[in-house]
Every structure is written in C-alpha cells, then in structure tokens.
C-alpha cells in the first residue's frame, strides 16, 4: 500500500494532494491544512476556493487539521509550507513518521537562518535519510494544473529508487514527471527562480518590453547556472524543466507572487507598500539574501540577484538596476 | 573609416541601420531598399511608417534603391532580407564590395534547397572569406530597439577581429553586443528558433497554458541544443542570449509572425487560410522541413520540430501535437 498524504492546503499544496488523488482513485490522500474552515470546504464541497477558486477536488481527498494523524500512515509525505516556516511547523513529526517513509519538498526556497534548502530541512527536522527525499518542481502553476492543463515536471533525489517512487505516485495522463538525481539543482533553480522572477516583475513594472525581460531570464539563468555548478549542480539541470522551464513559466504568468510584488516595487513603491498590495510577502523577498549569502561563499558573481537585493533592501535606486544587466558591453558572451 | 551599409528596408533592417546609425553620429549609414516609396520616406520624412510606425529615424541614414551603390564603399555590409530570396537577391554584389568587407547576416532561417545557414549563402554568394562573415542575434524585437528600449545581442564570427569590429560599430547606450565565436550556435538558434515559436503560437491557439508553454520553450531548445552540438556548435550557445534569450522574447511577443501564424494554425485553420490572414508566410514554415533534414543527417531526435512540420505539411491532426510533447513520461529527465 502507498499511502500519501499532502502538509499545506494552499493552492500548491492543494493541487499536488488532487494529483496524488487523481493517480490512485483507490487510495484516500490525505491533506492537512491549519484552517478548520478550509479543511470542511475539502472535506465537504470538495473545493478549496480561497486558494483554487473554481475547481473540483476529487472524492478520494481527506482534509484534517491534525497533522501527526495525516502522516502517521503515509509511505510518501509532500511538504508545502512557506520555506521560513516550515521546519518550525514540522518539528512535531520528529520520529513520527513510518519507517522508510519518502519526504518530498514542493517549496522554493532558503531557509534564511541556516541557508539551507528545503530538502535538508526536511531531512534533519524530521531525522529521515537523505536518499528518502524528493523534490518536485517544474513549469508547474498551480491553477494550470488543477484545471488539467497538461504540463511536464521534475522528481528529484539522490536515491533514483526513491525519486521513480515518488513520480509513479504522481503521474497522470496530464503531469507528466521526469526524474532526475540531482536534487540540488533542481532545488537552487527553483529557489533562484522567485529572485529571478522579482526582477522581472521590477522590471516590467518599470515599463522595459520584451528583449530586456528575456535578458534578464537569460542572464539570471546563467547566473543560477554558475552559483549551481559551483556548489556540485549539473548544469544541464538548470536547462531543463525545473530550471528553464519553471522559470519561463513563472516569469509569463501575471498570478505569480514574486512576479506581481515585483511589478509594483517597479512602478515605483516601497517594498513594505508593495507587500501590503499584495497581501504578504513573496518567496524571493528573502531568498535574495540567502541567495547572495552562498554567491559570497561559492565566490560566484550574481548581478541580477545583487540588483535585486539592492532595491528591495539596500535603497539602490529603481533607475540604476538596468545597469546590472547592461553593464557589461563588448566583451565575449562567455565571460 | 568605417561606412556601413544595411540591405534590405524591413523592419529590422531598417532598426539595425538607425542603431548603427546612432553608433557613429558622424558618418553616413546607407539603407538598399527595393521600394522607392519607402526610400523616400526614409530620405525626407525619416520614418519607415509601413514596417516601423511611430518610430523616427536618425538623420544620418539615406536611403537607397540602388543595390550596388549602396554596398559599394562599406567597411561593414549588413543583410536582412528573406532567407529563401538573399541568395538570388545578392548575386549582384559579387565581386562588387570593397576589399576586406565585412558581411553581417542579420537573417534568421536556411536555404531550403541547399540546407545551408545564412552565412554560408552570403560568404559563398559574395565570395567572402567565412572569416569575414558576422551574425548578429539575440532577444531584439525591432520595436522595442527602435523605441530605444534597453537590450543585448550577441556578435558572432570564427574570426574574434571580425566580431569585435562588428560589435563596435553596433554598440550604442540602449544595444549592447556581446561577442561569441559559435558562429554556428548563433545561427542554428535563430532558426530553429522559428519553428518553437510556431510551436507555441500554435499551442497558445489551441488553448494551452503557460505550463505547457514553458515546456515547449524549455525541451524546443533542448533539442536545438542537441542538434547544434552534433554540427560543432557549443551547447552554452543555446543558453545564451542568441539562444534562449531570442526564444523566450520571440515566444513572448505578440508581432512575431512564427507565434501569430501558429496562433491561427492552432486555432483551426489550414496553413493557406493561416498564411493569408497573416498576410504572408512565416520564416519557421519554411525552416521546419530544414531543420528536419539536418536533424535527420546528424541523427538527433527533434519531436517539437517533427509536430509542428507534420501539422503544418503532412496532415497531422493538431489534437495529436501535445503527445510529442508529453510523450515520454517517468524517464531520466537527460535521456
């Protein structure tokens, strides 16, 4: 028997839960979510319409509120908390977990604390093997996906057998996981994304077209590139879905957080008045520290995340951030 | 000195000789165009309303319909005409160029009868040594420059002088070169650029999202990466400006012909009600079959370019194209 169960009912945690679901119409899929409300919504309307408004969650989906009870049973356990949370609110499943139990992140981010990426803070807060962890990320919006969009994805773990596990788990006729084994890859590509995708939504905000947006997403894939294969990343990962692919797809969609918090730090707010507008922070707000902090101690040099950190934290003036992307003329690509 | 010279009038022709023009203040940039309409309005009004509205040109820029005239002093000849019509276009300029010129390829696509890049056709048709041949391409929609709008682009020439003559000549506060001596790579990602631009305009057509769209993106460059490293080129190529930074512009901007012919194909009609009701053809229609029979002769798989030829020639239904997208699931993401 395989079964899974989802930590975080929002709109990631929500869909990947109706994908486990769709993959296993014999199995109940556990979620759990904070919100008693949202919990009975599932439970009893089968939607979840603060974070999926409009779509049908299917019948094999049990929502709880009681967290150890959701993973007490679950051979594969998915986690979509906010990355600064997270190792906070898992604590308490410390040991209760079943023996040989596969973890699998479905966050982006640092933990800015510690600097570490999601994978190892699920590993070490809940003492489960690295080789039992997965990540899954790709071109993967939410909304797209729990509209049965057909889309592509990435599982990866050190332990092939555990990321194969993991994509059996999650395979429909419209999610189509790919496995990869270089976890580390397809987590940094994922963190930087949110970085990434701020300097788009600054950038766009700020009224630049097209050609400046795709050098942005280009240059800031190769600096995401240069700070992965310095820490042991495979570079072709950060080609791939989880890298390119996430990337494009987040940097096209007005839904994204980061995207949006951008678009309004560049039409000229503050970034605690940009927050309030978009109702909470974005991942990329702190992973850009984070980020700089292993650029620092991988010795990689990182202009768009730098830039972006600079306007967000450090008072760099909104006009001086096509700099960083331009301020390199004449010289060989490769450089 | 260095006189330069653009042929051809279009929309990007025209844009890249009022950025050489804005490069070199002091000299005279001349323009070849096939219609004395536009020449004049070139000449005395200094627009080119028909294939750049609202843009005004430098006055530095004189245009003229007289071909040989117009090459027969330039240090730098730049070409931006149809990439099926350059080589019978040109024939004229043979053995007419000043000595030592350099010829800049400004075209995106490959001679269907003779397989060959754009290059190839200019050095061979011209007599040109290769060495003395130039590419230039990067994410440069031609509003956005003409508007002024920040962007790179990358100069490419087997010969690193060419290249940085090339780039100096072009670099202007907005348009920033970068020099790459994949010359190939630069070339080949142009082309195949098209026919993934098709493949999404005809995903976008059939309702698709941006998931799926950011996986054509990502695995239509996979494979113009594996092609170009068959032929020599080098995969950091395709990472690049040249590579994905024109792709991901092209397949974000409305105006580009590939994405809104794919658009109509993906909507229903056949290629001649496409093609009609787009006013003319897009160059990925023709480069598809191309780019087929080189993938073909090197022996690389290239699914998204195989469905789009078999949807636009070969009567593929337009409901099977997601399946080569979408076709090989649970396998290593680098197989």
């Known amino acids: 028997m395989s079964t899974t169960a989802v930590i975080g009912s929002g709109g990631w945690g929500t869909t990947f839960a109706a994908v486990l679901a769709e993959a296993s119409p014999e199995e109940e899929v556990r979620i759990w979510g ?3 409300v949202v919990c009975s919504e599932i439970n009893e309307q089968r939607r979840n319409s603060r974070y999926l408004p409009g779509v049908k969650l299917p019948a094999n989906l049990r929502a709880t509120t009681d967290m150890a009870a959701a993973a007490r049973d679950a051979a ?77 994805t990435v599982v990866a773990s050190v332990e092939p057998a555990t990321a194969s596990r993991v994509a059996e788990a999650c395979a429909t006729t419209y999610f189509r996981p790919y496995t990869n084994a270089d976890i580390v890859g397809v987590e940094l590509g994922g963190a930087v994304k949110n970085v990434i995708a701020l300097a788009v939504g600054i950038a766009r905000g700020a009224g630049y077209g097209d050609n ?33 692919g996430d990337l494009v797809a987040t940097c096209a969609s007005p839904l994204s957080r980061n995207n949006t918090l951008g678009g309004r730090i560049g039409q000229g707010m503050s970034l605690a008045e940009a927050t309030a507008a978009t109702g909470g922070t974005a991942e990329g707000v702190t ?21 972006v950190a600079g306007v967000l934290h450090h008072g760099v003036p909104l006009r001086d951030m096509p700099h960083a992307l331009l301020s390199r003329p004449r010289r ?4």
Not at 129 to 150: D, M
């Open 34 to 36: 904070r919100s008693p």
């Open 287 to 307: 992973s850009c520290v984070s980020v700089l902090e292993l650029a620092r101690r991988y010795d990689v040099e990182m202009p768009i995340s730098e830039a």
């Open 332 to 335: 060989a690509e490769r450089d």
């Open 212 to 244: 400046t947006i795709a050098s942005i997403i280009t240059r800031g894939l190769a600096e995401t590139t240069r700070l992965g294969t310095a820490m042991g990343a495979h570079p072709e990962t950060f080609a791939g879905l989880a890298g390119m």
């Open 76 to 152: 594969i356990l998915a986690v979509a908390l906010p990355s600064q949370a997270v190792g906070q609110a898992i604590a308490p499943l410390r040991g209760a977990l079943r023996p040989g139990a596969i973890v699998v992140s479905l966050m982006k981010g640092i933990e800015a604390e510690s600097g570490r990426l999601m994978s190892e803070v699920l590993a070490q807060t809940l003492d489960v093997p690295y080789r039992h962890v997965a990540v899954v990320s790709g071109p993967n919006l939410a909304g797209e996906i729990a509209a049965r969009q057909p889309t592509t």
